[in-house]
């Protein structure tokens, strides 16, 4: 089905419903925008589908309907759009994975004229530049931001900039000043903002509460380790130039970087591995796991960051040398943040490991004959280690022994405290629905980002420069005199995509 015929289960009249059930007024009516169409930008749509204060009315790709997405799976994304079209035949048998401003269309209408059918509104446009979205959509007052990273700074404040809440995905951006700016303009607009990779951290919670409750002492290093990347991360600049696919506008895709010819090697899923284009397997997925972290420990910006990438050899004249690669991520690193003392909490260590990379098996392990998980965290004190893998795993004291018998002692403590403890949030759209119509601010406001922010994107500049050791003034948003470094902090823009915060 294309998107013109799905387009005709619908009337034709402007924005207003009828009643029903499950009706929503329209004052009530959050319209939204889909910008970014790509294989992740689909996937989110059941999340906004199940929210009948949303109604979809754009979406914007600059791909209008390729086939040459990447995925985790050769089938799995098709099958998984013809599920929500529930047209199980859907584009089976043809070349590639699908994605585009047209196919997310094509999804929208479909589904509304089904799960809608006694409400009458205009289809869903599609644009291929943000911008023109914004110019001509004049009553969408809320963006779902589903972008390459390099994009998430330029689509955020030029919405914001209009008065329109902002749900996107990580990270705020791949650029520390423009994460900054992004969070100046927050403040300064006060729409609704939700960061989509936050949460609550329930068992940061728990892991917290046992820390204060002196399990482990005190507190004196974080480390997290991720089997990420599950992508290319190239090891030289392409020089072969393809063309560029039919329906894909190349320069609203680079956006505000600078030009360079087309290439598939920086495109869809493989754009994270590039410094301009991504934030590495870090951004991709620590703020996942370490949002938590930087909220319930209170941590600000680090004042130190090192990190040891890994590097490739090859031979030039017959001499093996190193390659000199300032332009895209390495397969594996590890980066050390050092976070200065706060209040009663004292200066601590973050280690972030990727690339399949993990710390030793610590010794309490060894005693249980256990290994550390493929991914994990771990909490080390003065006197114990707390580990916390991934993948639904529950916290846990390390060795077992010392967690039975911590369990023990606290069991009335911790069942006193559970019946206090205020339900977590863990339906993050309707959270940023509710804020969008003057709600409190979700657990991923925009507003809570600037530390974790401020520390990815140096890890980033830290790797980018061979693991330089950078000091950073949070204050001055500088590292040290370190020019090299500070040009790091924001991007050579293309004209005409310059960013700047709200003082400028």
């Not at 209170?298 to 590097?311: F, I, K, Q, W």
């Not at 060795?399 to 949030?425: C, D, G, L, V």
């Not at 924001?490 to 004209?495: G, I, P």
């Amino acid at each position: 089905m294309t998107g013109g015929t799905a387009a005709a289960a619908f009337t034709i009249v402007p924005r207003r419903v009828l009643g029903g059930a499950g009706f929503v007024a329209p004052s009530e009516k959050i319209t939204l925008a889909l910008i970014g169409c790509g294989t992740q930008g689909l996937r989110e749509l059941p999340s906004l589908f199940a929210l009948p204060e949303v109604q979809i009315v754009a979406v914007c790709d600059p791909v209008k309907d390729g086939h040459d997405y990447l995925d985790w799976s050769r089938d799995g994304h098709r099958a998984a759009i013809a599920e929500m079209l529930r047209q199980p035949d859907w584009r089976r048998g043809q070349p590639g994975i699908p994605g585009g401003r047209e196919v997310a269309r094509e999804v929208v209408e479909t589904v509304y004229a089904r799960q809608r059918s006694e409400e009458k509104f205009r289809g869903c446009t599609a644009y291929a530049d943000f911008r023109e979205l914004l110019a001509q959509e004049r009553d969408v007052n809320a963006v779902k931001v589903m972008t390459p990273d390099h994009l998430h700074a330029a689509v955020a404040i030029a919405a914001m900039k209009q008065g329109k809440h902002v749900m996107m995905h990580k990270p705020l951006a791949n650029r520390l000043l423009e994460a900054r700016w992004v969070i100046e303009w927050a403040r300064k607009t006060k729409v609704a903002t939700h960061f989509l990779a936050a949460s609550d951290g329930a068992d940061i919670q728990e892991i917290k509460r046992w820390i204060d409750g002196g399990a482990i002492g005190s507190l004196r290093e974080i480390h997290n380790w991720s089997n990420r990347p599950v992508w290319p991360q190239y090891s030289a600049i392409p020089t072969d130039q393809p063309p560029v696919p039919a329906g894909f506008d190349w320069p609203l895709w680079l956006g505000p970087s600078r030009d360079r010819p087309y290439h598939p090697c920086y495109t869809h899923a493989v754009f994270r591995g590039w410094y301009e284009f991504g934030g590495g397997a870090l951004a991709d997925m620590g703020h996942y796991s370490l949002w938590p972290v930087f909220q319930l420990f209170g941590l600000e910006a680090p004042v130190r960051v090192e990190s040891c990438p890994t590097h490739v050899c090859t031979v030039r004249d017959q001499v093996a040398v190193r390659v000199r690669n300032d332009y895209s991520f390495p397969a594996a690193c590890t980066i050390r943040f050092k976070f200065a003392a706060r209040g009663a909490r004292p200066a601590l260590d973050l280690f972030w490991y990727d690339g399949s990379l993990r710390p030793p098996t610590p010794e309490e392990l060894e005693h249980d004959n256990q290994a550390l998980p493929s991914e994990g965290m771990m909490f080390v004190g003065d006197r114990g280690k707390i580990l916390a893998g991934f993948r639904g795993e529950a916290p846990k004291i390390i060795p077992e022994k010392k967690m039975r018998e911590f369990r023990a002692a606290a069991s009335a403590r911790e069942t006193a405290e559970a019946q206090t403890r205020p339900p977590t949030r863990r339906d993050a759209a309707a959270a940023w629905v509710a804020a969008c119509k003057g709600g409190p601010a979700t657990v991923g406001d925009f507003l809570l980002a600037g530390p974790i922010s401020d520390a990815f994107n140096l890890g980033a500049v830290s790797l980018r420069l061979g693991g330089r050791r950078l000091a950073f003034d949070a204050a001055a948003a500088k590292i040290g005199a370190d020019a090299e470094a500070n040009q790091c902090l924001a991007r050579e823009y293309r004209a005409g995509w310059e960013l700047a915060g709200p003082a400028a």
